[in-house]
Nanobody, 122 residues
Framework: QVQLIESGGGLVQAGGSLRLSCAVS????????IGWFRQAPGKEREFVAG????????SYADAVKGRFTCSRDNAKNTVYLQMNSLKSEDTAVYYC???????????????WGQGTQVTVSS
């Protein structure tokens, strides 16, 4: 089990950028793949992006491809989600989660952070 803490959310205008961070502690960070998810009011939680333990492989939802970039720094036990060209429909609570089995949508993410709010004003 690992503990995850997201940060970096906030209010931004449409077209702007934010970088979310996910700090991980508790076990060997490099053993875990990390995913980013989001949940907007009244909607189900959805997969946004994922990154393998090595950082060499990533996966993105179609809605964010070309705008969001996921990266990790294993020396800092931190994963990042760089969000560019933000749209009002990106408004949601963003969560990071850890998995030993995969980094793509549908992987078994067992440990979750508490979330950080991202609000994009139009």
């Amino acid at each position: 089990q690992v503990q995850l803490i997201e940060s970096g959310g906030g209010l931004v205008q449409a077209g702007g950028s934010l970088r979310l961070s996910c700090a991980v502690s508790g076990r060997t960070f490099s053993n875990y793949h990390i995913g980013w998810f989001r949940q907007a009011p009244g909607k189900e939680r959805e997969f946004v992006a994922g990154i393998s333990w090595s950082g060499f492989s990533t996966s993105y939802a179609d809605a964010v491809k070309g705008r969001f970039t996921c990266s990790r720094d294993n020396a800092k036990n931190t994963v990042y989600l760089q969000m560019n060209s933000l749209k009002s429909e990106d408004t949601a609570v963003y969560y990071c989660a850890a998995s030993r089995r995969g980094w793509t949508e549908g992987s078994d993410f067992r440990d979750w952070g508490q979330g950080t709010q991202v609000t994009v004003s139009s």
